[in-house]
C-alpha cells in the first residue's frame, strides 16, 4: 500500500515519510523511533546524541561554501496521535501506517496519517542525507512527546545547541508563516460514586454519537465543530427524569476533538415511550444545529441488556450538571492579531464505571493569565460538584516577534519563489518554540510547514502538491541563511 507513496516527488521527502511511518511512534511510546533515528544519525556518520528525556540531536556541518553562515537549528517532534476509526482493525504499537492517495492527497486507511509532524521530520531527514543541498551548519532536533506534555522541549537542558536561528517544521498551512503560539494546560477533574442496584421494571438502552469530524483542538476549536462528549451530556441531561446511567465512555485524546461518546442507561419500562419520543426529539435538533460542519453525525439509541448497576441520582444530576456548565470552545479571541483565538479549551475525555469519574480537558491560550483564568473557572465549576480537580503540564505560549530576522528572510523567499506574499501569523496550537525559547532565549524562531488538514483525527491528510512547494521553500531558505555577524 505503501508503494506508491515511495514514488511520490520529491522522492527523498516520501520515502523518509513512509520509513517513519513503519514505525510504532505514539506519544509517551518514543522508544523504537529513538532508537529507529539513532541509527539513522550513525549511518550517515554524523554526531547523534540523546539526552536525558530522549531527544535526538544530530549535527551535520555546513555544505561546501555555506561555513560563513549562521548554524540553524532545524526541529520537529517524533512522537504522533494515534488515532483511529472504531471499525479499524489495528494495533499503533506493532504496525506501521498503512497510507494511500486520494485526489492529490496521502492519507491513512482509518487512522492518523503521522504527517503532524512526520513530514517536517521527514524533510529534516532528506537534508541530513543529501549530497548536493546548499545548507549552513545544522543540528537536527527531533523531540519526543509533543502532542500529550511538551516533555521533550521541556527537557532540553541549555548547551546542547549552537545555532543562532530554529526552523520548526510543524505547522500546517503552506502559506503561512508562524511566529506565535498558544501554551497549555492539562485539566484532569476526578471523583468517586456509589452504584445502586438498577431500579426494577427497568429496560437497557446503550446511546452512541459518532461520525462527528473531530480534528485539533487548537487549530480546529475555532470551527464549531460537534464535541461528543457535549452531545451526549445534553442527551442524557434532557432525558435524566427517565434514566439511570450505568456507564459513559467518550473521547479519546486531550489534544484531539472528541468524536465519539457511548453510554449505557436504564430507563424505567413505564417511561420508555416517552424517554425514546424525548430523546428522538433532542437528536433532531442536535443534527439540524450541526447539519452544515458535521454532516455525518450518527446518534443511535438502542435497547440492550439491562445493566445491573446504576449511579445514584445524586451522582448523575451533580456529573451531569458540571458537565453542562463546563465550558467548551473558544472562551476568548484575540485583541492583538485579527481572528485569532487566544483562549480555549476542549472537554476530551469523560469516562464513568466502576464508581470512578474521569474528566480530562487541555485549556489553551496564547496569554498566560487568560490560560489560568479558564483553567480557574473549569476547576471552580467541577470543584463545586465535589469533584477533585488537578492541573498539570503547564507550558508557555510563544510570543510573536515582528522584528525577527529570519521572518524577513521567509518573507523575501517565499515572495521571490511564489510571487505572492505568506500570512504573517501566530496560531492556537502548542509549537515547541516558546518552551525551547526558555533555555535558549537568544535564538530566533520561525515555524512553516507543508498543508496538512485534519490533524489528530483519521481524516488527516497531507497535501502532495504542497509538501512539493514547502520542500523548494525549505530548500531557498537554507540557502539564504544570512552570514555570522
Known amino acids: 500500500m505503501n508503494k506508491e507513496i515511495r514514488e511520490l516527488e520529491p522522492k527523498a521527502l516520501w520515502n523518509n515519510f513512509a520509513d517513519l511511518n513503519a514505525v510504532p511512534r505514539g506519544s509517551k511510546k518514543e522508544e523504537k523511533v529513538i532508537q529507529f533515528m539513532v541509527d539513522f544519525g550513525k549511518k550517515l556518520n554524523l554526531e547523534t546524541v540523546v539526552d536525558s528525556v530522549g531527544n535526538v540531536i544530530i549535527k551535520k556541518p555546513a555544505s561546501k561554501g555555506m561555513e560563513d553562515r549562521k548554524p540553524v537549528v532545524m526541529q520537529g517532534h517524533l512522537d504522533m496521535v494515534h488515532q483511529k476509526n472504531s471499525d479499524t482493525n489495528f494495533d499503533f504499537d506493532s504496525e506501521g501506517i498503512k497510507m494511500k492517495i486520494e485526489d492529490g492527497w496521502v492519507r491513512a486507511d482509518g487512522t492518523t496519517l503521522g504527517a503532524d509532524n512526520g513530514l517536517g521530520v521527514a524533510a529534516i531527514m532528506s537534508i541530513l542525507e543529501s549530497d548536493d543541498v546548499k545548507h549552513p551548519p545544522l543540528e537536527a532536533l527531533f523531540t519526543i512527546d509533543e502532542e500529550t506534555g511538551m516533555t521533550g522541549a521541556k527537557g532540553l537542558q541549555a548547551g546542547y545547541l549552537d545555532g543562532e536561528i530554529l526552523l520548526n517544521l510543524d505547522t500546517e498551512e503552506d502559506d503561512e508563516i508562524d511566529i506565535g503560539c498558544a501554551g497549555g494546560i492539562d485539566i484532569t477533574v476526578k471523583n468517586v460514586y456509589h452504584e445502586v442496584n438498577t431500579p ?14 473531530g480534528g485539533h483542538s487548537g487549530m480546529d476549536i475555532h470551527k464549531g465543530l460537534g464535541n ?38 436504564s430507563v424505567y419500562n413505564a417511561k420508555k415511550d416517552t424517554f425514546l419520543k424525548r430523546i428522538n426529539k433532542i437528536i433532531t435538533e442536535i443534527k439540524e444545529e450541526l447539519k452544515t460542519i458535521d454532516p455525518n453525525l450518527d446518534i443511535l439509541v438502542t435497547e440492550t441488556d439491562t445493566p445491573k448497576k446504576v449511579m445514584t441520582t445524586i451522582s448523575q444530576i451533580t456529573l ?11 472562551y476568548r479571541m484575540s485583541n492583538d492579531m485579527e481572528d485569532l483565538v487566544e483562549t480555549s479549551n476542549n472537554i476530551a475525555r469523560v469516562v464513568v464505571k466502576d464508581e470512578e469519574i474521569t474528566i480530562l480537558c487541555l485549556t489553551r491560550s496564547s496569554v498566560e493569565t487568560s490560560k489560568f483564568d479558564l483553567a480557574n473557572a473549569l476547576k471552580a465549576t467541577f470543584e463545586l460538584g465535589g469533584y477533585q480537580v488537578t492541573l498539570s503540564g503547564s507550558y508557555p505560549g510563544w510570543k510573536p516577534n515582528v522584528n525577527s530576522a529570519i521572518l524577513n528572510v521567509l518573507t523575501e523567499t517565499y515572495e521571490q519563489l511564489f510571487d505572492s506574499k505568506a500570512a504573517v501569523v501566530a496560531c492556537h496550537a502548542g509549537l515547541e ?37 514547502f520542500w523548494k521553500y525549505l530548500l531557498k531558505i537554507l540557502e539564504n541563511i544570512p552570514t555570522k555577524d
Do not use: W
Not at 426494577?200 to 469530524?213: C, E, M, P, R
Not at 445534553?234 to 453510554?263: C, H, K, M, T, V
Not at 451531569?320 to 473558544?330: P, R
Open 228 to 265: 461528543a462528549n457535549k452531545i451526549m451530556n445534553r442527551l442524557l441531561y434532557e432525558s435524566q427524569d427517565f434514566i439511570r446511567i450505568s456507564e459513559i465512555n467518550g473521547g479519546s485524546l486531550r489534544n484531539a476533538i472528541p468524536r465519539e461518546s457511548f453510554a449505557i442507561i
Open 200 to 213: 426494577i421494571n427497568s429496560a437497557g438502552f446503550s446511546i452512541s454519537v459518532t461520525g462527528l469530524n
Open 320 to 330: 451531569l450538571n458540571a458537565i453542562y456548565a463546563a465550558h467548551n470552545g473558544v
Open 433 to 469: 518554540c516558546g518552551i525551547l525559547g526558555t533555555n535558549y532565549p537568544d535564538m530566533d524562531m520561525i515555524s512553516f510547514g507543508p498543508t496538512i488538514q485534519g490533524a489528530h483525527s483519521p481524516d488527516e491528510k497531507a497535501n502532495i502538491e504542497s509538501a512539493q512547494k
